[in-house]
Structures are given as structure tokens and as C-alpha cells.
């Protein structure tokens, strides 16, 4: 009677169920694709936004969105019913990365009955047998045919009945949507990839009297994001962006900000929260695997100055230096102020520049190179381009005494030598340490900071001059 009385009820609540009927499925690729916005970060990533028009039935849909970054990070990835409002619903998100490939095919298969083609390369023969495949590891598959475990088949082709599934082409975004909207609709798909980077790289011109320069500054963009970005809205974003690492929580930083109007150039700089945001003023296309220069800024008759630096080392005030140090280097720089006043004035990323300057037959000759960090406007920038080449220095102990356990006393004698054919001024940056007293001195002196004392001394062309000093140094 029990029993009877369950069926009835199985009866009934069966007669009630209706099963769920699967979500249309529409694919989205790139013939689809409306706009697409690639913001680059010099820490290594991008941020896309991709703008796809689509016809979606009404009810549950699952939208296929093929041609996306192979590196995109899926928690990062939003979508936005630009069109349809809140009559376009997401109820899942998923990021299919299963792609196809021989050794995927084959690992699916595993357990069953494939077919082999073999091939007889003497006799221009072939037949087929029918063997299980027992597994696939490290690209060796294992048989079993006719009750015989087969390691290796030579001049064999696997043929397989069908593809298996949950395997993709290509790496694809889909969403379950529960759609109302009855028109065709724009979908944009934003989302943080990996693989994509930007430099900066500056080409500077001396000019011959080395006073001025002429600036060139270029954007490097490399794209090893697996995907092709065809006429994209190019941004470039400088700053030191925070990220927190795989195992926190992942950073969500969606940045598509417009551009500013203005005058026309390359890139539009603006600012961007505490970062500064460059805008490509065209559209562009960032191919996959592709390293594309952009032109970023050009400046003429930016003011420079050339100086001359003998830094010492901090460890010859510890100890007695016996001998004289002869034929020390004498570095040059080139030092300018980025300011608007000298054909500057915006902020500059983070970059290499690289000097050059003409010789007597009109050819630009390589001076040197030094990497700047991102710089705002008007402040001062300064390039280490190498050593002087007639510009040498002897540095001499003349006296040496211990007033005590951590008192010394000592006396030094720097002698720079000019053999340039121009009057030079030469800074001694003297890295004194501990706490100094300065004694007596040939030479004006500034404490640059607490432990540095620095002497600008005049040397005349072909000649040399003498700076000597003496100090008294305590240590704790």
C-alpha cells in the first residue's frame, strides 16, 4: 500500500516538473567587434574594453565571446550592457582556456577505441587497426591492440571519430545572460590581461656648442598578449601602479578615461588620479607578437648645462691611504629642467635617454646614455653620459692622525688636470661620513648633506688646479 501510494505521489510530481530547456548559445567574434580601448601599463599589464554588437533570443543565453587576450586574468573581467540596461541580466561568467592542441585531443581519448592508420613507406601501403588507447604522458601514447600492450607505433596516423568536448580553438569569455531586451545591443567586455608592456626611449641631439639639445621622445609598446587589437583607442599610464601579489586579493583597475582636448600631438597627456595618463590622438592596431614605436613628444632648444663630477669613495676616511691615487676618473653630465619655459613641461616616463651629437661631417655620434625615472614637470633631470676623457684627477692623503679611539684627522690634497681647450669647473663631492669638522680649506666648500662636502673648482684649459683640505671626523 506504501508503495503504491508513492508512486502516485512520484506520479504527480512528476507530472509537474518541466524540464529546463538549454540556454541559446550565440559566439561573438570579431566581425562583431564595434570599439576596442587597450590601456598599457608600464608595470607590465594592459586593460581592455571591448565594445561587440549582438542580437540575443529573449530568455537564458549563453554568450560566447571568442578573440579575447589568451592572458587575460578572468577575476578581473566585467561586463556592461551598454544598450539593454537592466533588461540584460548576467547570471555566470567563464573563461574558457581548454584549447586545442594534439596532445589535449589525445588525453580526452584516453579509455577508448581509436583508430590507427599504418603505413608501409617501402611498399606505399596502408591499413587500419583498432587499438584502445591506454594513455597519454609526455607526448608517448601506450595501446593496447589485439590483447597486446603497443608502446610505440611507427608510421602510424591516430584517426579519431569526433573532437572531444569542453575543448576550445581559441581562448573564449562566456556569460549566462537572462535577456528581455527584444533589439540588437551593444556588450562591452573589460578586462586585465597579461603580456602587454610599454617604455619610453628618448633620443637626444647636442648641439654644437653643447648649450642646447633637440629632444625626441618615443613609446615602445609590446604586445605578447595572444590577441590582436585591431584600430584600438590606444592609453599608455605611467606611475608606479600598486598590485598585490596572486595570492592576495586581485586587483580590479578598470581606467578608460576620455581624452583631453587640445592641440594636436601623438599623445595627450592628462592626469590621472596620482599617475598621468598619455592618450593616442588616432586609432591604432597592436598586433599579436608585435613591438610598435609611437612618436611621444618633440622639444627644440631645450637649455642644457655640462658638468664635471670626481666623487670620492666614503671608505678612504676610515683608514690611512698610503699611496697617491692617480688618473681617477672625472664623470660628465648633462643636466636640463623640464619646465615649459624650456620647450618642456610635460611630465616625462620613466625611460632610457640616449645623447648624440654631430661631428664635423654632419654624422650624429653616440655621447652616452642614462635612465630617467618618471619625472613631473619642473623638476631638474640629470644624465650620467661617462667619464671625461681630458679631464683626469690624482687624489693624495698628505697627513693622517688618531686623536683618539673614533677621532681621526687627516689632510687631503685633490689635483685636477685640464686638457680640454676650454676653462672647466670641476665639483669634488668629498663623502666624508661620521661627524665632520671642516678645518681649513682652498676652496669654497657646500655641505650638499650630512656626510657630503662638495668644492666647485675652477681649472683652467690646458692646466690644473689644486684643492686641499683638512678635517676632523668622529665616529659613534
Known amino acids: 500500500m506504501n508503495s503504491i501510494r508513492c508512486a502516485a505521489v512520484a506520479g504527480i510530481i512528476a507530472a509537474h516538473i518541466t524540464l529546463a530547456a538549454e540556454p541559446a548559445q550565440v559566439t561573438s567574434t570579431l566581425t562583431d567587434q564595434r570599439r576596442v580601448a587597450v590601456t598599457v ?74 583508430t590507427l592508420i599504418e603505413r608501409n613507406p617501402y611498399k606505399d601501403s596502408s591499413h ?23 608502446l610505440h607505433k611507427p608510421h ?23 535577456n528581455t531586451y527584444t533589439q540588437r545591443q551593444t556588450i562591452a567586455a573589460s578586462y586585465m590581461t597579461g603580456g602587454m608592456s610599454w617604455e619610453a626611449d628618448y633620443v637626444a641631439v647636442l648641439s654644437s656648442d653643447e648649450r642646447a639639445m633637440h629632444l625626441n621622445g618615443w613609446v615602445t609598446i609590446n604586445n605578447n598578449s595572444g590577441a590582436t587589437f585591431k584600430n584600438a583607442q590606444l592609453k599608455l599610464v605611467a606611475g608606479d601602479v600598486q598590485r598585490v601579489s596572486a595570492e592576495e586579493m586581485p586587483m580590479q583597475m578598470m581606467v578608460m578615461g576620455e581624452a583631453m582636448a587640445g592641440r594636436k600631438q601623438a599623445f595627450q597627456e592628462e592626469g590621472m588620479f596620482e599617475y598621468h595618463l598619455y592618450t593616442l590622438q588616432r586609432p591604432t592596431t597592436l598586433k599579436q607578437n608585435q613591438q610598435k614605436q609611437v612618436a611621444l613628444l618633440e622639444a627644440a632648444h631645450v637649455r642644457v648645462s655640462k658638468l664635471f ?22 664623470g660628465v653630465y648633462v643636466c636640463f629642467t623640464n619646465s615649459a619655459d624650456n620647450a618642456l613641461g610635460m611630465p616625462l616616463p620613466k625611460g632610457v635617454m640616449r645623447m648624440y651629437k654631430a661631428d ?21 633631470i640629470e644624465l650620467k653620459l661617462g667619464d671625461a676623457f681630458d679631464v683626469v684627477a690624482d687624489r693624495r692623503q698628505t697627513e693622517y692622525r688618531v686623536l683618539g679611539d673614533n677621532v681621526r684627522e687627516m689632510a687631503w690634497q685633490i689635483t685636477l688636470r685640464n686638457h680640454k681647450e676650454d676653462d672647466i669647473v670641476v665639483d669634488v663631492f668629498e663623502p666624508l661620513g661620521g661627524d665632520w669638522e671642516m678645518l681649513k680649506n682652498s676652496h669654497p666648500f657646500v655641505k650638499k648633506d650630512a656626510f657630503t662636502a662638495a668644492f666647485s673648482v675652477p681649472v683652467k684649459k690646458d692646466s690644473s688646479a689644486v684643492c686641499e683640505y683638512r678635517v676632523r671626523v668622529r665616529w659613534r
Not at 67 to 89: C, F, H, M, N, W
Not at 157 to 165: D, M, N, Q, S, Y
Not at 360 to 379: A, M, V, Y
Open 309 to 330: 663630477r670626481c666623487i670620492g669613495e666614503s671608505y678612504w676616511y676610515r683608514t690611512q691611504q698610503g699611496d697617491t691615487m692617480r688618473n681617477l676618473k672625472v
Open 41 to 114: 601599463y608600464n608595470g607590465g599589464f594592459g586593460v581592455v574594453r571591448d565594445e561587440r554588437s549582438a542580437l540575443l533570443p529573449c530568455g537564458q543565453v549563453l554568450l560566447r565571446c571568442m578573440d579575447v587576450a589568451a592572458q587575460v586574468r578572468p577575476e578581473t573581467v566585467q561586463i556592461e550592457p551598454v544598450s539593454a540596461g537592466t533588461q540584460l541580466a548576467v547570471l555566470e561568467q567563464n573563461y574558457e582556456y581548454d584549447l586545442l592542441s594534439p596532445e589535449k585531443v589525445l588525453e580526452k581519448y584516453v579509455g577508448q577505441t581509436v
Open 128 to 150: 587500419a587497426v583498432q587499438a584502445r588507447l591506454l594513455s597519454y604522458n609526455n607526448a608517448q601514447p601506450i595501446y593496447e591492440i589485439d590483447g597486446k600492450i603497443v
Open 156 to 178: 602510424a596516423e591516430t584517426i579519431l571519430p569526433a573532437l572531444p568536448e569542453n575543448l576550445v580553438a581559441r581562448p573564449t569569455l562566456t556569460w549566462l545572460l537572462e
Open 360 to 380: 664635423t661631417s654632419g654624422n650624429n655620434q653616440f655621447l652616452g646614455e642614462d635612465r630617467i625615472g618618471h619625472t613631473p614637470k619642473d623638476e631638474a
